[in-house]
């Protein structure tokens, strides 16, 4: 909200700095985003008495003899039309800062800094500047409109920096209120509390006028109570549009609004000024003279003043005449009942809207205004009543029309006078956890206009009308730390409190210890957005009825790309490694630990499951199917389980080098080669291997408890074996095999494959070193032998395989 | 051999000859091998000198051990010497040989890295987990009155405008704050309450300054007395703990509706130690999290009576914490796995 200091200072002696006052706003709630001076970019500009004027031969050009008081006196070429000796103007020094404009001296195109310069052969020292090159416009300075050079008053002296004479130093606060405050949302609202931090005394705003006694006829109702708590109306008439005064113009600009006229700029006087949205219609435009608040009929149309055309419905609320809407309530009057220049009578309009209605209709219909803004946030009956006076003040100080006695106020009986509210003062400084003073409390709610009286352990206030958010001690309390101080308050370190165990449980830090083993793998931890795109199912060349297509969609996404939530993590592992490589990182391992999400019906009825998931990503010349392997058993190992792999097909997968992955039977993941065609088509140079794990399936094998096993006795014996078997007959088939044969066998290691002529057609070798070890007694090598050979005679059985010779 | 001068003279030619031999060697094996076959006491020019004891007169046979022992001691002597001289020499030359450009790269396997907000959250728990607090995970789909009506945010309330909200559907969203793990724990534990609850959230909010999604931890703590100045106790510990030592905080007011009173939390500037710089623009603080005292009417809706309990919380912004911690200065690199930033951050 864009605060003008002078505007303020309408309503409270400010006698501190800007600085000071930034801080108190600060300390008691009110964050100053930006605070900067009218000419914030403009420096060194002094007012310049053309002395002497001469026109330069051949061109539109003068060359003058400005005096320029203490700065003494320059020559100035000037190319303004309006230059004159004997007058003053605005005279850039040499080195000051104005604003660049275009050709048309109109633009402004940036700031420049004034150097000496030569113009037609005349030395210039200085500029003579318009009221634009020094940000002034119109409606903030009178005669800077002028497309030439600003004149100064007769009374400014040469010398003389031009910004306090111009209004140029004024300051201006862009104050942040936060939504608990809508009573803050105006120059008065906002006055109160700098009025009490300062604790000066406010001043009340002029809500005195005459009524003529005349009467018109008007009829006023309101059939939507529950979307319109108040509706206050007046008639004005013998109403003369013109300009608003200079100085209604010049704060109405300053806080970004644009004059008109003065019966519109009344209304967004009083709704900066006071934080009450109002409207003006004109009388005969209003048929039947009536004025009815009601909803909208489904797909009643209104045209606004802006021009556009809404089709409205039974959930938006409009002001209507005798036969039709006239405006949309609380957001835009329409373009029917207009103020133009010949409007002669007007009926004011003060009302209490809905917040939630005014703000769904704003949404929903994409039309919004100061007023549906300041009606979003809230607005308080109190401050409806005041308005409406404010308003009809105004209307006799600006001398533009006369307050008939023809008025309506039309409400549900909400009461404007103050809540009494009794709370306990140690209650108080138990949510604040320090003893304030009674006098303190007394002072700072004294301040803010609570009447305040404490007896005992009883402190009475009365809450004024527009104070809607103080309901509990908790909000009181609040009301006194901010203005007393938060620097009052005593670090304590919960010395009330029970002790309590705490850190992460097993699930937590099971996860942790996963992520630790994957990252002694050389794989970095990823993380990725829980939504992802419906391109990223199509990336995975997922068929139509594939399960991961069920996913849950967002209703009001950022944008495609992020619309799903994901039901894999696997394609922004994908798009990771692309990126990677994009930037010349040709190897690497990445992993994530995150939700998948699984709707149970759809749209959701119910909490869906958010599924654990691990996904990894291996990528380079350096990586394979193995590899990733060896990263996945790091997760295996971390969770002191087993991981088994069966050859299965995936649509995204190479279809020789993919597999599920088991635990104990159960599927749990997939692991694979990502395919050619989507290596392609994310552009990745290198391959690329993926895997995804179930990890919310795991979660049984959390924790299993670790037992030692004792150092056996004995010796253990290793022998090499090599078979020669089938070419199909895999590695874990062979493996299984041994460990169901032999229970000595603890382990099993793969050292060799070896495929070769003179082993025969579809042959292969495997060579295994095979670890037996001793239960109670020594391992005789004979004894070993035998268990060989036992395992012999099943794998030949099974498989028909032999010892390679 | 019955004279000794004659054995004397043999002796010292012999001397003379290991000597000259002696110097023409290079190689410390060689050496050996040639003292080996001297020292032999069957065919060695010294060590068969022995066997002609029983030719000596025994008058003088103990002269002419000594002298042959003579020989013996220094011969060794001078191969010891030798030998040493030439192995040191090899050596040398071995070293020599086996030179390295020692800045050549390591061979490591480099491991790789948690997430930077994992190690921030893993800080954090840490923090909090010595305090006691437990650490509570909610879901990231979350339904209205869990995140917003609980948290004494009903349906037309403005504060629903603050937090640009993902639907998914009429009654579920995406939870666009931690807070609303606060009441699933209120609902489900009786005090004292001591939990933190971290996790993703999701705002409609994609800019240069914002991510859609990104990650809070929701502190809450709920006894008998717990005060204002209990929040700032607490939080004064946390900022030091993992800011440094001398880090302070700065409480001042806002609004949460979920707490009352509400306050921002500025630390004071780590970088600066308070007198102002870039990072801190100028003012010596940083905003980092907002807290309050838990507002009665959450309490009370969780069936906690606030006329015996009271509460505080916090919400900690942790990519925040992350990016202030490492000057990480744009929050979407945290989502976007590019190993060059990942591999930059092991705390």
């Known amino acids: 909200m864009l605060v003008p200091i002078s505007w303020l200072k309408d309503y409270v002696d400010i006698d501190v700095s800007v600085e000071e006052l930034e801080n108190k706003l600060f300390s008691c709630g009110f964050e100053v985003e930006e605070k900067y001076q009218v000419g914030k970019d403009i420096e060194n500009v002094v007012v310049g008495l053309v002395k002497k004027c001469d026109p330069i031969p051949d061109t539109h050009l003068h060359v003058c003899v400005v005096d320029a008081g203490k700065h003494g006196e320059f020559q100035v ?126 001043k009340q705003p002029d809500l005195s006028y005459t009524e003529t006694g005349v009467t018109k006829e008007l009829s006023v109702s309101c059939e939507a109570p529950d979307l319109c708590e108040r509706y206050i109306s007046h008639y004005v008439y013998d109403v003369n549009i013109k300009e608003s005064p200079d100085w209604m113009k010049r704060r109405l600009t300053l806080v970004g609004c644009s004059a008109i006229s003065n019966i519109v700029d009344i209304t967004n006087y009083v709704l900066k000024e006071l934080g009450q949205p109002m409207h003006a219609f004109d009388y005969n435009y209003l048929e039947g003279h009536a004025i009815n608040v009601r909803r909208a009929a489904d797909e009643e149309k209104i045209v606004t003043l802006d021009e556009k055309e809404f089709s409205l419905t039974h959930d938006n609320l409009v002001i209507c005449d005798g036969k039709k809407p006239v405006a949309l309530a609380g957001i835009m009057g329409g373009l029917n009942s207009e103020i133009l220049d010949t409007t002669n009578e007007v009926v004011f309009e003060a009302a209490k809207f809905m917040t939630d209605n005014i703000r769904k209709s704003s949404r929903s219909l994409g039309q919004s205004s100061d007023s549906s803004a300041v009606f979003s946030k809230g607005v308080y009956e109190y401050t409806t009543v005041m308005a409406m006076k404010r308003a009809l003040h105004l209307i006799e100080e600006l001398g533009c029309g006369k ?43 004294k301040n803010l206009d609570f009447s305040p009286v404490i007896a005992g352990d009883v402190l009475t206030i009365k809450v004024p009308a527009y104070r809607l958010d103080i309901e509990t001690y908790q909000d009181v309390a609040e009301e006194v730390i901010r203005m007393y101080g938060y620097d009052h308050i005593v670090p304590t370190f919960i010395p009330t409190a029970q002790v309590t165990s705490g850190g992460y449980n097993l699930r937590q830090r099971t996860e942790l210890k996963i992520k630790n083993a994957l990252c002694a793998q050389g794989a970095f931890e990823g993380m990725h957005y829980s939504f992802f795109s419906p391109s990223d ?11 991961l297509r069920h ?30 490589q994009k930037n010349g990182i040709l190897s690497g391992r990445i992993f994530e630990l995150g939700n998948k999400f699984i709707a149970k019906d759809l749209p959701l009825k119910e909490y869906p499951d958010e599924r654990e998931t691990i996904c990894i990503g291996v990528f380079g010349e350096d990586e394979d199917f193995f590899s990733l392997k060896g990263v996945l058993e790091a997760v295996a190992s971390a969770l002191d389980i087993k991981f088994d792999y069966e050859k299965e097909e995936y649509v995204f997968l190479h279809p020789y080098r ?39 399936a795991l979660t049984k094998y959390y924790g299993k408890e670790r037992r030692f096993t004792p150092l056996p006795a004995f010796n253990e014996e290793k022998r090499d074996l090599c078979f020669v078997m089938d070419k199909d007959v895999t590695c874990a088939s062979v493996e299984k095999t041994i460990e169901a ?9 793969l050292f060799d494959i070896y495929e070769g002529a003179q082993l025969g057609e579809n042959k292969k070798s495997m060579a295994f070193n095979l670890v037996f070890t001793p239960k109670n007694e020594e391992l005789k090598p004979e004894f070993v032998d035998s268990l060989i050979k036992n395992i012999l005679d099943t794998l030949n059985e099974k498989y028909g395989i032999t010892l390679r010779a | 051999m019955a004279d000794l001068n004659e054995l004397t003279e043999k002796l010292s030619l012999l001397k003379q000859e290991i000597e000259a031999k002696i110097d023409t060697f290079s190689d410390s094996k060689e050496a050996f091998e040639f003292r080996k076959g001297l020292m032999d006491s069957k065919t060695g020019q010294i060590g068969s000198l022995m066997k ?23 011969a060794l002597s001078k191969f010891d010497e030798l030998e040493k001289t030439l192995k040191e020499k090899e050596m040398k030359k071995r070293y020599e040989a086996e030179a390295i450009d020692v800045t050549l790269p390591s ?86 309450i001591k939990i933190i609850s971290p996790g993703k959230v999701f705002r409609s909010d994609d800019d240069a300054t914002h991510s859609p999604m990104f990650t809070q931890m929701e502190g809450l703590v709920v006894d008998k007395g717990i005060t204002l100045g209990d929040l700032q106790g607490l939080l004064n510990v946390f900022v030091e703990k993992i800011f440094g030592d001398g880090t302070t905080t700065r409480l001042r007011p806002s609004y949460f509706p979920f707490t009352e009173p509400s306050v921002e939390v500025d630390v004071s500037c780590f970088q600066c130690k308070g007198k102002g710089c870039k990072l801190c623009k100028g003012t010596g603080w940083i905003e980092v999290l907002g807290a309050g005292v838990v507002n009665k009417k959450v309490l009370e809706g969780c069936d906690i009576d606030s006329d015996v309990y009271s509460g505080i919380a916090f919400g900690i912004g942790v990519d925040r914490i992350a990016m202030l911690k490492y000057g990480i200065n744009n929050i979407k690199l945290l989502f976007e796995s590019d190993l060059r930033v990942l591999d930059q951050i092991n705390d």
């Open chain 1, 741 to 749: 044969t032999c229970d000595y066998v603890t382990d099993i290691n």
């Open chain 1, 77 to 202: 070429c000037c190319g303004a039309d309006n230059v004159e000796a004997g007058k003053k103007y605005p005279l850039a020094l040499v080195g000051a800062r104005v604003y660049q404009t275009a050709k048309d001296h109109v633009t402004v195109e940036g700031v420049m800094t004034i150097s000496a310069g030569k113009l037609r052969g005349y030395d210039s020292f200085g500029m003579l500047c318009s009221g634009t090159e020094l940000g002034l416009s119109e409606n903030l300075y009178k005669g800077a409109g002028y497309n030439g050079l600003l004149v100064l008053p007769d009374d400014a002296t040469p010398g003389e920096d031009v910004k306090p004479i111009t209004g140029l130093d004024e300051w201006i606060f862009d104050v942040s209120i936060t939504a608990n405050r809508p009573d803050c949302q105006s120059i008065f609202g906002l006055a109160r509390e700098v009025a009490a931090v300062l604790q000066k005394p406010l």
């Open chain 1, 537 to 547: 199912l199509d990336l995975l060349r997922l068929p139509e009825d594939s399960p």
């Open chain 1, 658 to 696: 993919s597999a599920k992955v088991l635990c104990n039977g159960e599927e749990i993941g997939l692991m694979g080669q990502v395919k050619y065609e989507i290596q392609d088509e994310t552009d990745m140079r290198v391959p690329a291997y993926v895997a995804e794990i179930d990890l919310k």
């Open chain 2, 107 to 192: 061979k490591m396997r480099p491991v790789g890295y948690l997430h930077p907000i994992t190690q921030v959250k893993n800080q954090i728990v840490q923090i909090f987990g010595s305090m006691g607090f437990d650490i509570f995970e909610g879901t990231e789909i979350e339904n209205d009155y869990y995140n917003f009506t609980a948290l004494n945010i009903p349906k037309d309330h403005p504060a629903r405008d603050m937090q640009d909200t993902f639907y998914l559907s009429p009654d579920f969203l995406l939870r666009t704050q931690t807070s609303a793990g606060q009441i699933h724990v209120m609902e489900a534990k009786k005090p004292p």
């Open chain 2, 52 to 74: 002609e004891m029983g030719k000596i007169p025994n008058e003088l046979k103990a002269d002419y051990g000594k002298k042959v022992n003579e020989i013996k001691a220094w």
């Open chain 1, 551 to 580: 996913a849950i969609k967002l209703i009001n996404p950022i944008n495609r790309d992020l619309s799903l939530m994901r039901t894999t993590l696997v394609p922004q592992m994908i798009h990771a490694m692309a990126k990677n």
């Open chain 1, 403 to 445: 307050v008939s006695s023809t008025k309506f106020d039309v409400n549900t009986g909400n009461s404007i006078e103050p809540r009494e509210l009794t709370v306990s003062v140690s209650k108080v400084n138990g949510v604040l956890g320090i003893k304030v003073p009674d006098a303190d409390i007394v002072r700072v709610l």
